[in-house]
């Protein structure tokens, strides 16, 4: 689904990671868009149209809601590259801050094997929250 609405509406991920209850995605859009909200919604519109259907709650179901997605996103206008990387390196380290892995690079549904590959980070790296300030949405 997020291949399609690339191809649809394109955009550019910086950075990535999807983790089992939610992800985080740091996106540039073409020069002269904003539209963030479509994308999103025809992400997760096309993902959850793929899912098998449960009986769901009568507000959920005025708001055409699966239960799968919170009803909102963080948005975030990155400020100058030293927010760009507090916030790549806040998505990389989320799996470990979650618990889901201890070295980050065991997390394979995220970007950090791509800057790895881009030598851009050590395959070691590691991250420390102390040093990633900021807010981030959760």
């Known amino acids: 689904m997020y291949r399609t609405v690339f191809e649809r509406q394109p955009f550019e991920t910086i950075a990535i990671c999807i983790l089992p209850d939610h992800l985080h995605a740091i996106w540039t859009l073409p020069e002269g868009d904003v539209d963030f909200s479509s994308r999103w919604n025809l992400i997760k519109g096309g993902f959850s149209r793929g899912l098998q259907a449960v009986a769901p709650s009568m507000s959920k179901l ?48 995220s970007s950090f094997h791509r800057y790895v590959k881009q030598g851009a980070l050590p395959v070691d790296w590691g991250g420390d929250m102390r040093d ?3 807010q981030f949405g959760e």
């Open 62 to 109: 005025k708001k055409r809601e699966k239960g799968i997605w919170q009803r909102r996103y963080w948005e975030h206008a990155i400020r100058d590259d030293a927010d760009l990387e507090r916030h790549v390196d806040y998505i990389h380290f989320n799996p470990v801050k979650h618990g889901l892995v201890t070295p980050v690079r065991d997390w394979s549904l």
């Open 132 to 134: 990633i300030a900021g």
